[in-house]
């Protein structure tokens, strides 16, 4: 298996777990193909190019995975602007369309771009 490097990005909106300041951020994430690709919710994932992750596409393109962003809001707690700083977000994918993201809390002090399951509670 190659070494995958960077990430990419999807765009969204939602309410900072910490601060509950609404937030438009990017998410760092692995699916697909890993190039920097710019996405939001309802985009497809692309699978086309070397670097993927996982390494092999998920049964029938649906699986969930952890990205990673930071509160935009500067009086937030966490904003730091870099690790361990970051928080976290479940992204579900299904049919490799991107169909929701949520803030979650998984493991905050490990960036693994972990996947799961898509019936699998976080």
């Known amino acids: 298996m190659s070494e995958i490097t960077g990430s990419n990005h999807l765009l969204n909106d939602f309410k900072c777990p910490h601060c509950g300041t609404p937030v438009s951020c990017g998410i760092g994430f692995r699916a697909g193909t890993v190039k920097n690709l710019n996405y939001k919710v309802g985009d497809k994932i692309s699978w086309s190019g070397k670097s993927q992750w996982p390494e092999q596409r998920p ?15 500067l009086r937030c707690e966490t904003w730091n602007d870099c690790f361990p700083q970051v928080q976290e977000v479940l992204i579900t994918i299904l049919d490799d369309v991107i169909r929701d993201a949520k803030p ?13 399951d898509p019936e699998q509670e976080i």
């Open 59 to 73: 049964f029938g393109g649906n699986f969930k995975t952890i990205g990673y962003f930071e509160c935009e809001n």
């Open 104 to 116: 979650v809390f998984y493991q905050p002090d490990k960036i693994e771009f972990a996947v799961f």
